[in-house]
């Protein structure tokens, strides 16, 4: 009975140790598993000296994100986080730093505990300020799911394969689908050992914040004091090597304010850097399934007057998940000296194809420069003549780099062929096709600061110009775009019938 009464006492003291180490060991393994997530170090202010870091954890910390040069501490802060749906987001502006130097940096969520062990570190180097820039620009990967979401991060790992020289990236929007957290955390878990070895300049994306406003504005740390920060993207602009680069928001009802223009006229106006570019998602010139809309066609008639105004040499964009690249244009015509547009193409997989339908209504095709669609089966690339005879097998995700150097600017588009899924061959062994080459040159040291006054956009500024916008916009539509649409509705109707996409 003694002995019985022993072995029963014997096994509620295991059993409550057990526990008891169970749910300590259950605690440590809550803080030893949370750490920093869905990391940026984005472009803010000054790219020679500062940088903005965002990142999110599962529970609540006060952070230290440190930053370093040569392993030895430069920059130390406690950064307190924000609910965010369901998480915590942390931001911090990192100022003061050396032009041209590479910086390392830890983040770590409990400092000094057991989750310290789970620190997350990454890399980055500030612009030496010279005229000289290597960039990555890519777009629209928009992925709903793991797959689709490592095609897109095995794009951009071949891009700074091609281009390890990158010393940022542009990603021109639509980072996913439906903008969820489950997606978010899908883009994390592929894309954040990408993101912290670089520096990102994120463009928002119609997608990006799909029914949840704020999503894109809680996933970076901007700088967009000048410019009225909008709940579905910003307008911001930087400066990298001699490029003066602005980012502009056309997600809104609008795909471009009165507002937007006026800041976007002052911004260009008040830079001597000898290159000027501008990067938005929606494109005004593109042969994909959104060409036929008014929003993407009013920036053919609104924006390219600002653009043409203030010498702008090269705009990028996305959104219609072809690449294509204009000759230069001024005030809608082929000029030399004009501005070149690049739809940069899908760096994930899924791809539109040409809508014929808006050849010689909505697009010119002698605008054309090069035309190469990424479509699943075949790729065909527009040779000056047809599209239709020119199909080649060079499928994938598409990333491109721009390179300048002084007065010349290189810009390359490449294809990382990903229809060898099926055989086996992982994402660092497939072919990337170099599919289109272009050179922009120039003398340098010939833009002039004309405006210097204060380009920062009042709320009220911006929201009462909301309807003298919408009147332009509503103008535009009956006057411009609904004629040649109902000009073109029977071809539509035609390819549409015969089994063509809308
Ligand atoms: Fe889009």
Known sequence: MKKTFFRL???VLCVALLFGGAVSASADDVAAADKAFRISVAVNGDTATQRGFCWYSKENHKAKLTVSEAGVPVKEFTVEGFEWEGNFC?????????????????IDLEPGATASSNAVY????TDNADDKVDFIAYADIQAGNLENFQKGADTVSAAFRTMPSAEFMLNMGDFTNDSTNEEWDYYAQVMD????TTTVAPVSGNHDGLGVWNWFNNLFCLDTSESVQTLNGVNYSFDYGNAHIAILNTNDVLSISLAQLKWLKNDMNSTDKDWKIVCMHKTPYTLGKDGKWPDALYLQKSLTKVLDACDVDLVLSGHDHQYLRTKPLTNNKIDDNGVTYVLCGTAGSKRYEVRTFLVNNFMKPEFIGMLNIQKKGFGNYWNGTDWESTRETNIGGCFNTVSIDGGTLTFNSYILQDDLDEQGIEAVNRPITNTDSFTLTKTTGQNKITFTGDNTTSEAEFYLGVIPSFCALA???FSNWLPKFFIMLPKLISVVAGGGSF
């Open 475 to 477: 103008a535009y539509t």
């Open 122 to 125: 990454g890399s980055f180097t």
């Open 9 to 11: 006492v014997s096994i």
């Open 90 to 106: 942390y931001k911090q502006v990192v100022t003061g730093l050396a032009a041209g130097k590479e910086y390392t940096y830890s």
């Open 193 to 196: 050992g990408i993101n912290t």
